[in-house]
């Protein structure tokens, strides 16, 4: 495949045992810009060998934090924003490429299809699992970007955004926790920015919507969402995103009472 007009930004902090097929995936792209977060391993060493160009910065808890100091450095109006767990498979580079030579001028987000990984395994259900679509390509003169947790990156008035369909062997292999601890160790970093991002939203606290949410979020991950296809493990994924979310709220709370005091 030639080369495609796109920009793919990738950072890491010591995750060069990911790194390589991460990079290795993303060779269809005109630049790779790799990010070194101060790493320890061979992340650097690994962004020399594959990416077009590399620059280090400080340790942050979150990725979101990273983005809105090198997008406008990257070169292509298209962009991937990709972690190191994730490998773009050869049919959905494919996609990409048929995808790009028609796409209309008011899309600004393409969604790929997803498959994620828990201890190397596919996950049937949970709001993690199956087939699911996640934001990977974005045109970059139709969004516009902060650090918000989970909500960074918004589409400029005007601007839509659109799904690349699942075929059978196009998606984005994301290899997203390897263990418990991992898992847990990944909300309790994202829960240091949930209040401000939430807050920003136009979300308010409230104990009931708090205790619904928790609820709602585990019926929907194990039942709805059939988590229960994936045993015990389903079971515990449904709980820890429910807690996340409960977790999330009390967040908005502490954040709020932040606000007021000044």
Partial sequence: MNKLPVSALVASCNEG???????????????????????DDNSMELFRKYATQVETFQRVPMIERVHPHFIDKLKHDWIILIDPDE??????????????????????????????????????????????YARLLYRRSGITVDDDVHKGIKLRPGFDRKKIRFTGENYDKHLWCNSWKQLADK?????????????????????????????????????????????????????MEARYEFLSWAGLKAYQRTIQKQ
């Fill in 17 to 39: 045992h990911m790194l390589e097929d991460c990079l290795r995936s993303l060779q269809f792209c005109d630049e790779i810009f790799g990010i070194d977060l101060q790493s």
């Fill in 187 to 239: 909300h309790r970093r994202y829960l240091l920015g949930e209040g401000q991002a939430r807050y920003n939203e136009g979300l308010r606290h409230s104990f009931k919507e708090q205790w619904m949410a928790f609820f709602r979020t585990f019926y929907f991950s194990f039942k709805g969402l059939k988590g229960y296809k994936d045993g015990l493990t389903g079971l515990m994924i449904s709980f």
């Fill in 87 to 132: 490998r773009i498979m050869p049919a959905l580079a494919a996609s990409i490429a048929e995808e790009l030579q028609k796409v209309e001028p008011e899309i600004a987000a393409l969604r790929v299809p997803m498959i994620n990984h828990f201890k190397g395994r596919a996950l049937k259900g949970t709001t993690y699992g199956g087939i699911i």
